[in-house]
């Protein structure tokens, strides 16, 4: 709080009148001295040392193969299948479909061992009834995909 030094004449000899009014003064100092500090402390943080690094003999990491989705829409009721972006309209092909598909998106799978193999990811509506995922799943299953993982939304985040 701060306070007036000359009197308008209505207070006592000795007494002085409060002010309403921030002292700002102290408050711009404390940030000046803040930004000098500051101006300082940061040419210190950068490296000027130039160093020469050795080689590195790691080889890069290749680009993992993408992935298989097979998609279960429900469209008033009635699901639709979709292997990749493609949809599948005999559902009892849906395994044929994902073993033609499994070698376009990985190209090291060439051989039947190699395609089963292969995890393949199942997405569904959530209002798709769990009916719908089995089917999908033996389907798979009859054309011996055995590795199979349900996609879930992370709510998390």
């Known amino acids: 709080m701060g306070a007036k030094v000359s009197t308008g004449g209505h207070t006592k000899r000795g007494q ?8 700002i003064i102290p408050f711009v100092d404390v940030m000046l001295v803040l930004l000098i500090i ?17 080689p590195s003999k790691v080889m890069p ?11 279960i829409q429900n469209v008033g009721g009635a699901p639709k299948y979709f292997v ?7 559902t009892n092909e849906l395994g044929e479909k994902v073993l033609k598909e499994v070698p376009k ?7 039947l061992e190699d395609i089963i193999e292969e995890r393949i990811y199942i ?14 799943m033996n389907r798979l299953q009859d054309q011996g995909f055995f590795k199979v993982a349900l996609v879930g939304e992370d709510k998390r985040r």
Do not use: C, W
């Open 16 to 23: 002085f009148e409060t002010n309403a009014e921030p002292n």
């Open 38 to 54: 500051f101006m300082v402390a940061a040419p210190i943080a950068t490296v000027d040392i130039s160093v020469d690094l050795p």
């Open 61 to 71: 990491s290749k680009r993992p193969p993408k992935q298989t989705y097979v998609s």
């Open 84 to 90: 990749g972006n493609d949809e599948v309209t005999d």
């Open 105 to 111: 998106n990985n190209h090291k799978a060439v051989k």
């Open 123 to 136: 997405r569904a509506d959530a209002d798709t009834a769990y009916r719908n995922v089995v089917f999908a």
